[in-house]
Nanobody, 122 residues
Framework: QVQLVESGGGLVQPGGSLSLSCAAS????????MVWYRHAPGKHRELVAA???????NYADSVKGRFTISRDNAKITVYLQMNSLEPKDTAVYYC????????????????WGQGTQVTVSS
């Protein structure tokens, strides 16, 4: 019923920038929080950035000052602007939408995107 599609990943040189997008479709009434995670080889999945329905944001210490998360409720889309990229940022990035209220449903659900590869290398 709900599908999340990610885009924007790719190969970039250190110091470069990328912008990720995650667009949701379906009978969605509201979304409490939108989150970006990443999973690098040999490491556990980590939270990169989150944004609530009220616009409050939270970032991992490793990306503060470099990444910016934003959301467009009308388009049901969350974005991640990544600047000053470093090799350590190389990972598969996953979009998550939590506390999703569907039309004609009594409980909330969580959904995940398919993941998009970000590689930072010279």
């Amino acid at each position: 019923q709900v599908q999340l599609v990610e885009s924007g990943g790719g190969l970039v040189q250190p110091g470069g920038s990328l912008s990720l997008s995650c667009a949701a479709s379906g009978s969605i009434f509201s979304i409490n929080v939108m989150v970006w995670y990443r999973h690098a080889p040999g490491k556990h999945r980590e939270l990169v950035a989150a944004i609530t329905s009220g616009g409050s944001t939270n970032y991992a210490d490793s990306v503060k000052g470099r990444f910016t998360i934003s959301r467009d409720n009308a388009k049901i889309t969350v974005y991640l602007q990544m600047n000053s990229l470093e090799p350590k940022d190389t990972a598969v990035y996953y979009c998550n939408m939590a506390g999703v209220r569907l039309m004609n449903r009594r409980r909330d659900y969580d959904y995940w995107g398919q993941g998009t590869q970000v590689t930072v290398s010279s």
